[in-house]
């Protein structure tokens, strides 16, 4: 029977990966936090609670129906903050988060993959403000009829992703991704939610008792010159274009279909790609993530 000592040697190497893991997070949310002018004292609180409701869904799921008093108790010995600080924390009401794309978002993807609404060269094409099919108004009603086509349209063109030509009443994409510039609102919701889901994503392939959940892979390269960059920036991007595409006719015919079938539609899924680059050598300035 190995020693106490021999187990700790056994666990060591994984606790090492976890810190190293747990350093390869927090040091770009730091560098975000301190650029955005959070202090400690606001992230220690939030971490506080992410720990004590982690800890909660985790005895909850192993020792359902715990009382209180006895999960208080084991909330504390799990995460070692102190019991009174844990039954303060366990009666902050936790902010619900909403995954649902706005509603700009999706006149901007139906605008991005729908063929009515594109040219022949298959990019988004040059709408006329008003009227019948294909027009912005169409567009933006085809997505909500709660929301004035204008209100949309004017969104859009603040966000910096439209604009329009009032000599032809014409509207035309300004650029082929959200990213809306100048709403740093916005880019922090998307930052959450995209970022969010692809470490949720991690974490249960990483706890996962049997195969991983869900698919999260990536190619990893060095020794590449910064004039190479823009290659692979457009070899990233060309896919990014034919996943949107297809991926968004699918997910609305699955829908469709769901709905018609009469079944539970309770699930959400997000399907995402990325690149980042940076200099190898710490000395030299970083290149642009893509």
Known sequence: MPSSTESADIHRPEA??????????????AQLLVARGMSFAAVEESLKQAYVVAARNAIE??????????RVSRISTITGINRREVTRLTQLATPEVSHRPSQVTEVFTRWMTDSLY???DGHP????????????ESLAQSVTRDVHPRSLLDELCRLGLARLDERCDEVQLAQEAFVPKGDMAGMLSFLGENTGDHLRAAVSNVLAAQSPPHFEQAVFADELSVESLPIVKALVQAHW???LAESVSLLEKLIEEDRQAGRPQNQRVRIGLFSYAEATDSSIPLTDAT
């Open 16 to 29: 090492e990966a976890l810190q190293a893991a747990l350093d390869n997070l927090l040091q770009p949310l």
């Open 61 to 70: 799921k192993a020792h359902p129906g715990t009382q209180e008093h006895r």
């Open 118 to 120: 594109q040219g022949a």
């Open 125 to 136: 094409a040059r709408l006329k403000r008003q009227g019948e099919a294909p027009s912005f």
């Open 241 to 243: 274009q034919r996943l």
